[in-house]
């Protein structure tokens, strides 16, 4: 995050100081935001930034314990200089949060700098490779040039200068979160690629008495697990790539002065980064125990990716408090949309709230008239039941409001309908741009079975959800169990392309770095190997029979 937070918000000058000696490594940077007794709530972080006009510098100080920054990976023992967010003091006013460069070693000898109390962390539930660390600061002075000021900035009187947008501060992260939403595909993917495969090649059991052992890929329940998980990979790669290219896009307006889409991109990137990772790290898992007892064993690699997938659930935002984030931002447009604005972008189809009455109802309240084979029409349905759970938590809100709760305790007690209701937005987004993305498809059978896993996906989401969509009359029972039917067709179907599917990832054998998941499925004789090369097995009678099993008979 160093170097994306330096192209972000430095100024060319400090572009030239700074950017260009990280570029070679001369610079060795890490970004110190979370505190040991802060992460997400960033305004809740203490450390401070306070400007002494009279040597025009910045003290900047960690004045409690919980202040201590905790987590930065590679500020134990690799970096040298750190970008540290801390709270910014001026001629008495606080500023908020703003990014500070900040030596931290010496360039020579890299020792620490003085008032620089900085080291590991510790070990982790993984990732122990890296040094995640600490740093203590103890009324360090920097230059006034070391804030970062391509927007925000500090003159030599002290005199402040906000940015255009208070949010423009949080763009590395808004960038970062963009970046995990890809992340989540590839790591599903890879799991996905090591248990289809070993699906593939593992045979056990009897379907009919008397015949060969099937692979155990032909089991309806191991098709079950897997392949909507092989459906949501592609949905997320697809995913990955819009929030790769708007981020772009957004990023090119605000170099050209308009912020006016910054908000929807804050919200969209928080909710999907949540949505993504949450499912993601419980699909890994799926991954690995249909792999049975092989799947624990790190040969198989599924250990490794779960380990290192599964802190993007709480790192770069807690994700209830990304649900609650981009719930706000629905709330706020809904209520936009209930006064008459027009919205735009993604959350237009708030639009049409005030023609609408929302209410749990009978579902043969009104006729349903959705195809459960046409994408478009569960696309609609999707969108619908988005609509709905917005409105609802909205109303939430206004119902507590109404007991004369204060509009805090109004938020908290209307939690749950708010992550719900991120929850059905973000699905709604994945169905869509999944089906949007299969109009780009040219060829035929690549278009065939990409709509298949896309029909999965959606069909999927409903019976998982299936209460949102008869609760509001969207769909009816018949079509909820018709949904189920078409399901297994589609297990069926996909079949036959499962393993040719993950192959398209193109994970080679040295990045998966799995024997289950050999491309050439020689699992077991290169499973004998590994275990034969394990460091145990360097000697025939382990250190251990001498020191205490042989003195212990001894004894007997």
Not at 22 to 48: D, F, V
Not at 311 to 334: D, F, H, I, W
Not at 437 to 444: A, C, F, N, P, S
């Amino acid at each position: 995050m160093f170097l994306p937070t330096l192209l972000n918000q430095a100024t060319p000058e400090q572009m030239d100081r700074f950017f260009m000696p990280a570029w070679n490594l001369e610079i060795i940077g890490t970004y110190a935001q979370t505190e040991m007794g802060h992460g997400t709530h960033l305004r809740g972080l203490e450390t401070t930034a306070t400007y002494d006009p009279a040597t025009q510098e910045f003290v900047l100080n960690s004045p409690t314990i919980s202040s201590i920054k905790w987590w930065p990976g590679g500020l134990g023992k690799t970096s040298n200089h750190a970008i540290v967010l801390a709270q910014l003091y001026t001629q008495g006013n606080c500023h908020g949060l703003h990014a500070f460069i900040t030596p931290l070693r010496d360039m020579k000898t890299h020792v620490p700098l003085p008032g620089i109390v900085v080291g590991d962390i510790g070990p982790k539930f993984g990732f122990n490779e890296v040094d995640n660390g600490y740093l203590k600061l103890e009324n360090i002075r920097i230059p006034r040039e070391n804030m970062l000021m391509k927007y925000a900035k500090v003159e030599p009187d002290g005199t402040y200068l906000k940015p255009p947008s208070a949010k423009l501060t949080y763009g590395t992260m808004v960038f970062i979160r963009s970046m995990i939403v890809g992340e989540s595909a590839r790591a599903l993917s890879k799991a996905c690629t090591i248990a289809i495969r070993y699906s593939s090649v593992r045979h056990q059991s009897e379907i009919r008495p008397g015949e060969p052992e099937p692979q155990i890929l032909d089991y309806q329940t191991q098709q079950y697990k897997l392949f909507p998980l092989l459906a949501m990979a592609y949905a997320f790669h697809f995913v990955g790539q819009y929030m790769k290219e708007t981020y772009l896009r957004i990023s090119g307006d605000i170099n050209e002065g308009d912020f006016s889409q910054l908000p929807e991109l804050h919200a969209l990137s928080a909710g999907l980064k949540a949505f993504t990772t949450w499912e993601t790290n419980a699909g890994i898992e799926v991954c690995r125990m249909s792999c049975g007892g092989h799947g624990y064993s790190c040969s198989s690699a599924l250990p490794d990716i779960y380990v290192q997938f599964t802190p993007t659930c709480t790192y770069e935002g807690e994700n209830t408090v990304m649900m609650l984030q981009t719930a706000r931002y629905l709330v706020k447009s809904y209520r936009q949309a209930k006064a008459g604005q027009q919205l735009s972008g993604i959350v237009s189809y708030l639009n049409d709230a005030q023609h609408r009455v929302v209410q749990p109802q009978p579902v043969a309240a009104r006729p349903t008239v959705v195809d459960i084979n046409d994408l478009a029409s569960l696309v609609e349905v999707y969108k619908l039941r988005a609509a709905i759970l917005v409105e609802l938590a909205a109303k939430s809100i206004q119902q507590e409001l109404q007991r004369r709760k204060s509009q805090e305790d109004a938020w908290n007690n209307s939690a749950i309908d708010l992550v719900r209701a991120s929850d059905a937005h973000c699905h709604y987004v994945v169905v869509k741009l999944f089906t949007d993305k299969l109009r780009d498809i040219g060829d035929t059978g690549v278009h065939s079975v990409l709509s298949s896993l896309a029909l999965l996906y959606a069909l999927q989401g409903i019976t998982r959800n299936s209460g949102d969509f008869l609760q509001a009359g969207l769909l009816s029972v018949p079509q909820v169990l018709q949904s189920s039917v078409r399901i297994k067709e589609l297990l069926s179907q996909l079949r036959l392309n499962a393993v040719a599917l993950v192959d398209a990832f193109d994970h080679n054998d040295k990045k998966l770095n799995s024997v289950l998941g050999r491309y050439d499925g020689n699992v077991y004789e290169n499973l004998f190997e590994w275990a034969r090369s394990s460091p145990l097995n360097a000697t025939e009678v382990h250190e251990s029979f001498h020191k205490y099993l042989k003195p212990l008979r001894a004894k007997l």
